[in-house]
């Protein structure tokens, strides 16, 4: 006869373990008394449930299997069931409701078949063992929950009976399975378990066969005992919630009226043991009454009434004292903090086979890269062709990264973010080579830039929210170009997103919103369109004179070529033009490199477990290879970008610039800078004058008594005070550093410009 196994393929290996235990002269001295002897109250339970047992057979002899009272604990004692339930509430809040105990113990605990799967088992540890082996069957799994879920307040029974094979030995390759992670929007609390979707009788009609219990041709068990667990409603529960079933190895609930369950044969708590007296096969799981017309019959008469049963005067005729079952016998249960946090002992991860999915469930800590779950989705059934693969990653991931799903045979990917990340990011979507899509979080962002949309090598749009300026939309219009980068002088070179060397920037388009109120006549601006292939202005006007019409007006370089459609509001000058133009250029130039940025950032976040595994692999410093450094696309983005681009438009002729245009180009780079410095000093100021304001107040309220009030601490306030002096001496540091380095970056700035070829015409006498 072949032995049982589950689908991971473990056997059952409790006996020896047992031996082993009972060898150990060290575990005999440290064990309890209880664990080894009975007491006088356990001896008087054995004899009534022998009493109880030898009625019962007499009178109905099919309850001969049904009986499972008196199981012998991991030292050979006889002990009582109800006894070795231990409740227990743990000191750890996560463990407080059913469906996340459930989850817990069964991915904390391995899973054994029984060792023979038509009987239960004739040893039934503490649950305090159960938990140090870290391993055990049905029985052991679902003692373990129960004495949990009582301890946290449910009214939870360990249910013993028979189910189909696939739940027996865990078999999940007919169960669908839906992750609520995948549908569910990113919460700082902690992530949805797994959700299952079955249809369990169809599944549970597939599996029963007129085989023995053991088909060796798919490796699954025929119908077989099984132990599982019933909670019933009580205040513990939601208001209206009904009665579940709860599978221990597993960790799925089922409804009673929708379970895969076969048959129910007893069931008990720490109060009383019922039994189910009827020989009818198929059971009504709308109402498990545990009353006697009902067809169940209580193994103890206890003193006061339990559950639902009622205690009469018809019930004491049958020479039956009342007694009530034993206090237990187990051990306080305990998990420590650090085995609670890794979840998963031993190898730290849990590995889930469903229909056509697979699940890896990871430690904190255990994977380099911060992944807790990784979910596959496979295009067949003997999972070789992924689809999908969903990534949950932790709290504790540098830029808050919460789910990346990629899709291998598309080479793509998008990333969610959680709220309060280091670069304000919402979600990040990107097909390789082809376009790549950024969400950021609308009130992270100074700037209010919410999106940005870049089909690689054709065009970009950057949408904003709440612009200081009005500014509602830019769209820029790339082109590829097959030449070299030095015939591209005087073009704009756009770094794109595929890491293109020749892309130009034909044309760049500002659209902005409508003002809330327009000013008499004055025309407010509605758009503008910069083409630096036909280098021409275009813009647009919202006008209070017929509230819809807009003025348009085209402007080119060089006065004569100026031309206008709306001639009523006059032509911009030559000045306000340029102006115009080289802010548009500035400004795309600056969400340029934040983009780039931010795909460095991405890369080398990537390329870090890479390195790691590498250096792992080969330990001998002689043997290693230096990693290739993954190249800095900041840096490459800059040298793509021609620094007089700007300032080229003030320029007829780029061959032939006039020393009159190179005069303009050099004040104007020069002007830009010094606006760019005392921006970025005006910023550390301001933050340094916030920081000594703060911290005159909580000086000043201190003194008043204010904080005093509030239960603060002189000792909180001297440490309130310390950091905000830390702030203030750092941004002290920072604004005298800025002021030194900006003199640096001016003259280093002059002499570039003098010593370009371009601009030769300002040396000319």
């Known amino acids: 006869m072949h032995l049982p196994v589950t689908v991971e393929g473990r056997i059952c290996n409790k006996r020896n373990r047992c031996q082993r235990l009972a060898r150990c002269e060290q575990s005999l001295s440290n064990a309890p008394l209880c664990y080894k002897e009975n007491n006088e109250r356990e001896r008087i339970c054995e004899a009534i449930v022998n009493d109880c047992w030898q009625k019962n057979v007499k009178q109905s002899p099919h309850l001969n299997q049904r009986l499972f009272v ?137 599996n029963k066969a007129s085989s023995p219990y053991w088909n060796s041709s798919d490796h699954l068990l025929k119908d077989c005992v099984h132990c599982w667990v019933l909670v019933r409603s009580n205040s513990r529960c939601p208001p209206g919630s009904a009665d579940y079933f709860i599978e221990p190895s597993t960790g799925r609930h089922y409804q009673l009226s929708n379970c895969p369950y076969l048959k129910l044969f007893a069931l008990w708590n720490p109060s009383n043991y019922w039994i189910r007296t009827t020989e009818k096969d198929e059971i009504d799981y709308a109402e498990v009454s545990l009353e006697e017309v009902d067809g169940w019959e209580s193994m103890f008469l206890n003193r006061d009434k339990i559950g639902n049963q009622s205690k009469n005067s018809s019930e004491c005729t049958n020479d039956r004292m009342p007694f009530d079952p034993p206090l237990s016998w187990v051990e306080h249960l305990s998990i420590s903090e650090t085995m609670f946090l890794f979840k998963y002992p031993k190898e730290g991860l849990r590995n889930l086979l469903y229909k056509k999915k697979k699940i890896e469930l990871f430690s904190e800590g255990m994977e380099k890269q911060g992944i807790i779950k990784r979910t596959t989705s496979f295009k067949d059934e003997l999972l070789m062709c992924p689809i999908e693969v969903a990534e949950c990653f932790g709290r504790k991931t540098e830029d808050n990264l919460h789910l990346r799903v990629r899709c291998p045979q598309q080479h793509s990917f998008k990333d969610t973010y959680l ?92 659209t902005y919103t409508l003002p809330d109120q327009l000013c008499g006549d004055i025309p407010v601006l509605a758009s503008r369109t910069l083409s630096l292939k036909e280098k021409t202005l275009e813009t647009e006007f919202y ?101 007089l681009s700007p300032y080229m438009i003030f320029v007829q002729d780029i061959d032939n610039i006039t020393k009159e245009e190179a005069t303009r180009v050099y004040e104007h780079a020069s002007c830009t800078l010094e606006n760019r410095v005392l921006e970025r000093a005006n910023i550390i100021q301001n933050r340094l004058n916030e920081e000594n304001e703060s911290l005159a107040q909580c000086q000043a309220s201190y003194q008043h008594g204010l904080l005093q009030t509030d239960g603060q601490s002189e000792q909180d306030f001297n440490q309130m005070c310390s950091r905000m002096t830390f702030r203030i001496k750092i941004l002290e540091r920072r604004l005298h550093e800025h002021e030194e380095s900006s003199l640096g970056k001016l003259k280093m700035l002059q002499v570039k410009l003098k010593g370009d070829e371009r601009l030769k015409a300002l040396s000319e006498v």
């Open 543 to 643: 006008h209070s004179t017929g509230g819809i019409v807009k003025g348009i007006l085209v402007q080119r370089k060089g006065g004569k070529n100026t031309s206008s459609k709306d001639n009523s509001d006059g032509l911009l000058d030559r000045q306000k033009m340029i102006n115009a133009e080289t802010e548009m250029v500035q400004r795309v130039r600056a969400l340029s490199i934040q983009c780039l940025d931010l795909v460095r950032t991405r890369r080398r976040r990537e390329e870090v477990a890479l390195r790691n595994e590498e250096y792992e692999i080969d330990s001998d410093p002689s043997k290693s290879k230096t990693p290739t450094e993954p190249k800095n696309l900041y840096e490459e983005g800059e040298a793509r970008l021609d620094y």
């Open 70 to 206: 008196m199981p012998h604990n991991e030292f050979g004692v006889p002990k009582c069931v109800c006894s070795t339930l231990r409740p227990t509430l743990l000191p750890y809040p996560a463990l407080y409701d059913s469906s996340d105990c459930s989850s817990f113990v069964a991915h904390f605990l391995e899973y054994e078949p029984l060792e023979n799967p038509e009987l239960p088992p004739q040893i039934l540890p503490s649950p305090s063992q159960v938990l140090e082996w870290g391993i055990g069957d049905c029985f052991d799994l679902a003692t373990v929950l129960a004495s949990f879920l009582i301890g946290a307040g449910y009214n939870a029974f360990v249910v013993y009976g028979k189910a189909p094979g696939w739940i027996c030995s865990r078999d999940r390759s007919n169960t669908l399975f839906v992750d609520n992670i995948l549908t569910k929007k990113p919460e700082f609390e902690e992530i949805a378990d797994l959700e299952l979707v079955i249809n369990s009788k169809d599944i549970s009609s597939q």
């Open 419 to 510: 709220p309060k990340n280091k670069h304000s990011l919402k979600e990040w979507v990107e097909i390789s080579g082809e376009r790549r899509i950024i969400t950021w979080c609308s009130k992270g962002r100074s700037d209010g830039l919410v999106s940005s949309r870049e089909i690689f090598g054709k065009e970009i749009t950057y949408e904003f929210n709440d612009h200081r300026d009005r500014l509602a939309r830019i769209h820029v219009v790339m082109i590829w170009v097959e030449e070299d980068k030095s015939k591209m002088k005087g073009r704009l070179l756009f770094p794109s997103g595929d890491g293109n060397n020749n892309v130009v920037v034909q044309s760049i388009s500002e």
